[in-house]
């Protein structure tokens, strides 16, 4: 059974950076095209950010420049850098890993902005 298991998520003040990791067993992350998504409560779940196999990415407009998904294929792990953050960041962040059929999804970390 593929597992994509994230963690990295918590409580950070505004400004404040957070480091998201997302780990896979039973799947080569290599083969995927991942993603990070995001779900605040009371809205539908939005792209983040989207990495290939060879490390090309894609962000969400609104948050270029302060988030950052890299991938350590290695390590079988990818990660998301965020940055500057802010209150309306808040929510569950997810890790999906896409190769179309196959479509695995983590079980989220909650990443909270206040002061």
């Known amino acids: 059974q593929v597992q994509l298991v994230e963690s990295g998520g918590g409580l950070v003040q505004p400004g404040g950076s957070l480091r998201l990791s997302c780990a896979a067993s039973?799947?080569?992350?290599?083969?995927?095209?991942m993603g990070w998504y995001r779900q605040a409560p009371g809205k539908q779940r939005e792209l983040v950010a989207t990495?290939?196999?060879?490390?090309?990415?894609n962000y969400a407009d609104s948050l270029k420049g302060r988030f950052t998904i890299s991938r350590d294929n290695a390590k079988n792990t990818v990660y998301l850098q965020m940055n500057s953050l802010k209150p309306e960041d808040t929510a569950v962040y997810y890790c999906?890993?896409?190769?179309?059929?196959?479509?695995?999804w983590g079980q989220g970390t909650q990443v909270t902005v206040s002061s």
């Open positions: 999906n890993a896409k190769n179309l059929p196959l479509d695995y």
């Open positions: 039973r799947v080569f992350l290599s083969f995927y095209v």
């Open positions: 990495i290939t196999s060879g490390g090309s990415t």
